[in-house]
């Protein structure tokens, strides 16, 4: 039985189960809290989830059979399918995070206000088209198709409704199979070319693509939902470029004692580099965030085939 209207989705297999813990406990510690929190796996690991946490074991293994994959990006970056629709039915609206995304905010429940304009998809535009607006997005240009605007698939507002009225399913799984051999970015790609465009983009504040080439610009622009996308992750306590207190507040949360050697940077000619470059993305990022009065500000796209 749910509790609310609307959830707030996280996906894992069970080497990850500590990342989304940390991503869950962070969300019921949140103000307003008007959504339940649900934890999907391929995987039975119902036991080792708390109480206050939803799990809901997902059938998996016929969605990603054959779909491609690479060391990074294992067959678990599909899953996140199957656990929108297996949670569909429950729910007006879904909110699917990436579990290694950090919160930066003290309330997201605006998130679930915002209007999606009938449109079954509210995500953030994807870091490659934010440094370069018109750059072309590779499954599109396979497919001989225009040019579309394309999502991160990494922070996903979903109209259930639309959803279920639509069968996402059952056309991403046609999708899955016609056009295995372009799925580049695997399921953002399936997600992409579901739509065609047609998507209301949210503001990058919900989904900061962190990176080597924002990590200064992300401490100035104070983002609400800072997403670890890359290599780089904040639970990698000896990674030196991400700051101490993303790191530090992952390890405080598992309990875990600091090393007395805990690194946290030093200024020296690698450092020099990255603020160079991160002064070269900002007038990049600035002008493209100022498309977004608010952070409750959208932008309404149609489909274009």
Known sequence: MSEHNYCVVLVCNESFLNHALFLANNLLK???IAYDVVICSGEDISSQVPANIKFIQIET???????PTIPRLQKYSYWRI???DAVSNSYSKILYLDVDIFINCEDISELFNLDLDGKM?????DVQQITRPNRMPLEFKALNLKFTNYFNAGLLLIDCKKWREQDAF???????KKYTNILYCHDQSLLNLLVKGNWIELSPVWNWQYSYRNCFITEVISPKLIHFCGAEKFWNILDVMIPTRYRESYHLYLHQSLPKDFPSGTINFEFFKVFLKNMWYFNKNNSYISRFKYPHSTISHSANI
């Open 61 to 67: 293994e016929e969605f990603t059979n054959n779909l």
């Open 30 to 32: 949140l103000k307003n």
């Open 170 to 176: 059952q056309n991403i799984e046609f999708l899955s």
């Open 121 to 125: 998809i509210g995500a953030v535009r």
């Open 82 to 84: 199957p656990a929108i």
